[in-house]
């Protein structure tokens, strides 16, 4: 239980995580919730941590899609180019 309560109180730890690490913290804290039994202090924290790292995965897609279209924009104009010459 204090690992639980320390996870979610350590917002600046969210930055070193990847998105896999923060889908599969998201996924048991989402779990725990779901079970019930928590106090209402843990229960607000577990979602604020939830929150937090929902946030955090939505960060990482959106720069993976940023990526892709960056990507697909290059090779579109490398087309191109090649094309014109």
Do not use: F
């Not at 320390?6 to 969210?14: V, Y």
């Not at 106090?39 to 929150?51: D, F, K, N, P, T």
């Not at 897609?61 to 090649?82: I, P, Q, V």
């Amino acid at each position: 239980m204090t690992e639980n309560n320390s996870a979610a109180s350590a917002p600046d730890s969210l930055d070193a995580l990847s998105y896999e690490e923060a889908r599969e913290q998201l996924v048991a804290v989402v779990g725990r919730l779901e079970a019930g039994g928590a106090s209402l202090e843990e229960s607000l924290a577990l979602w604020e941590r939830g929150e937090a790292l929902a946030r955090r995965c939505e960060d990482w897609l959106e720069g993976a899609r940023k990526r892709l279209a960056s990507a697909r924009d290059a090779s579109n104009d490398a087309g191109a180019s090649s094309t014109n010459d």
